[in-house]
């Protein structure tokens, strides 16, 4: 069901107005990871082929749509746009948690009594999801399907976020192990949304209402590195009853902040067939004798035809405009003239201040997305072994050199931390030394064996880090299950070659990103632009970690009812 209602296949529907008949605009976010697998495969960079992708769904709604009929706008977003609000929020949780742990030792300790941490592993009661302002009452073995579904309880006030070590929850595949496995490990998780859900919350709730549209009018499609995206997409935790309607026939009503995820390889797919269509129609066999310099592409006809169409015209049209700022590219498969991309567009450059950020100017500042690399690039780029060997969102890079200003104002200079990596790969730890004393020490914790490692240390009391950057896969989402695979059959050694270049690419367009924002940061806009106008005077104007920020920028987590577990059609992502 989950994946009939996240296909390729229901986003063209979407597309020709068969499906989710309401939708009058279409956003695409593509998560970082994913253009750089796309990249890799398509033999571009990612900013061609984000231009590229561009293209190709603006021209896929033309051809969805039927002849009488306008074409759903379709704006594209990168979501690294929304991630600075993402970190932000995590840093100052973690902050505020250690404060609080901070200040109950010292308390304990003036009074002469032992420090007694919080209860350190006992699960909360279970629950599940109504809507994101809404929860049902625990389900037992006499609840009914029908109570389950109209008994509510209203979510508590306060969220409480008072435990060390903080566990990074932006990756969904471990999120639902933990709620299914592991319970007593929600109580630390970071409340932060992922970039995906605070960028669907955006558009949806502020941008959309811009330029009169009803929040379920417009579809979020995120292209994610996984599977498990599509699973975040659906909790119910971030499916909002105040919102309205929304798509006829979804369960329990509402409209969720992001609609459906399609997966790198998916849209590579739908890249490959709209080529093999054109190719088909257009006979175009003239033209592919002429693009021979992939020869091991020969026979991936699709892709081929679809590189010609919308990834290799910037390379063309850079050398005849020599290297203009703006460009304007027509499209082949219509004859209208294709978006303006605006790679450095006066009005991103100037600030979204400058004009009122809507979905249609949003697409200027946010297609660029911004940097997940804390650290001056001119320390960076030295070489390319500087870069960090890791493959996922930077959080506790961010919320290390965060905490350390905050908690201790020590300034961490510039340039990777220095890990010490544990007893593999995908475990790592860093500290953090004030006058000879330890006074922080993070931990990387990619893959299940490594996240099974820390909750056994967890439930016997013996570890001793205050972060931990949990992902499911190992090497994290540059080798997520969604990414571009490679050919059947490929050797264990070819993978490893794969997501190594996959990661590279990932880096290098997060160090071109930096430079970028550094340009900005002289000019006194830090920050991104999504984040410099949300904590602007407009959404969430009491700023990181305000009330508005936490209502819009924060969820929650349920132990999943053993019934549920028990029966899996009863669970609801
Ligand atoms: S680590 Fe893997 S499962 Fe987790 S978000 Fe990244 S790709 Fe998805």
Redesign the pocket.
């Given at each position: 069901m989950l994946i009939s209602q996240q296909s390729g296949e229901e986003f063209l529907r979407v597309l020709s107005g068969s499906s989710r008949a309401h939708t009058r605009a279409v956003v695409l976010a593509l998560s970082p990871?994913a253009l750089a697998s796309l990249a890799v495969r398509l033999g571009s960079t990612s900013e061609r082929v984000q231009q590229g992708l561009s293209l190709f769904f603006k021209a896929l709604a033309r051809q969805a749509t039927a002849p009488h009929r306008d074409p759903l706008p379709v704006y594209v977003y990168n979501t690294t746009a929304a991630a600075p609000i993402a970190l932000a929020e995590a840093t100052a949780e973690f902050i505020a948690r250690y404060r609080y742990t901070h200040q109950q030792q010292q308390q304990q300790q003036q009074q002469q009594q032992q420090f007694q941490p919080p209860p350190i592993w006992q699960a909360p009661a279970p629950s599940r999801a109504l809507s994101s302002t809404r929860d049902a009452p625990p389900i037992t073995s006499t609840t009914t399907a029908e109570q389950a579904l109209t008994g509510y309880l209203p979510l508590p006030p306060s969220l409480s976020r008072t435990r060390l070590p903080m566990l990074a929850s932006?990756?969904?595949?471990?999120v639902c192990y933990a709620e299914k496995t592991t319970p007593q490990a929600l109580p630390y998780l970071s409340t932060a949304k992922?970039p995906q859900q605070v960028l669907g919350t955006l558009v949806k709730a502020v941008l959309a209402p811009r330029e009169g549209l009803k929040e379920g009018e417009v579809c979020l499609v995120g292209v994610?590195?996984?599977?498990?995206?599509k699973l975040?997409a659906s909790r119910r935790d971030f499916v909002h009853e105040e919102w309205g309607e929304g798509e006829e026939g979804r369960e329990g009503g509402g409209v969720p902040e992001v609609d459906l995820v399609l997966t790198a390889g998916e849209v590579l797919e739908m890249l490959r067939g709209y080529g093999e269509q054109e190719q088909e129609q257009q006979q175009q066999q003239q033209q592919l004798n002429g693009m021979s310099e992939h020869d091991d592409e020969k026979e991936d006809v699709g892709l081929v035809v679809v590189q010609r169409l919308f990834f290799s015209r910037f390379e063309e049209e850079e050398e005849e405009e020599g290297g203009e700022e703006a460009m304007e590219v027509e499209d082949s498969s219509s004859s209208s003239k294709g978006l303006v991309i605006a790679r450095a567009a006066a009005a991103a450059a100037a600030g979204p201040s400058a004009r009122p950020l809507t979905l249609q100017s949003a697409e200027e500042s946010l297609f660029k997305g911004g940097s997940l690399l804390p650290y001056s690039s001119s320390s960076s780029s030295s070489s390319s072994n500087s870069m960090p060997e890791i493959?996922?969102?930077g959080y506790l890079e961010h919320i290390f050199r965060g905490a350390a200003k905050a908690l201790f104002g020590v300034e961490v200079g510039p340039g990777p931390l220095q890990y010490q990596q544990g007893r593999n790969a995908d475990y790592k730890e860093v500290v953090l030394e004030v006058g000879g004393e330890e006074v922080l020490r993070f931990a990387l914790a990619?893959g299940f064996r490594n996240i099974q490692g820390v909750m056994g240390k967890m439930r016997r009391g013996k570890c001793f880090v205050q972060f931990v950057e949990i992902?499911?896969?190992p090497s994290?989402?540059?080798?997520?299950?969604?990414?571009v695979k490679g050919p059947t059959g490929e050797p264990s050694a070819g993978g490893k070659e794969r997501v190594r270049k996959v990661r590279g690419r990932f880096w290098e367009d997060q160090l071109r990103r930096r430079k970028e924002e550094e340009e900005e940061e002289e000019e006194g806009r830090e920050g991104g632009a999504l984040a410099r106008w949300a904590y602007g005077e407009e959404v969430a104007r009491e700023g990181v970690g305000g009330e508005t920020a936490l209502r819009l920028f924060h969820t929650r987590y349920h132990a999943v009812p053993r019934l549920e577990q028990a029966n899996p059609s009863v669970t609801k992502w």
């Open positions: 990871q932006e990756c969904p595949g471990w992922s994610m590195p996984c599977y498990d995206k975040e493959g996922s969102g990619y992902m499911a896969c994290g989402c540059v080798n997520g299950g969604g990414m």
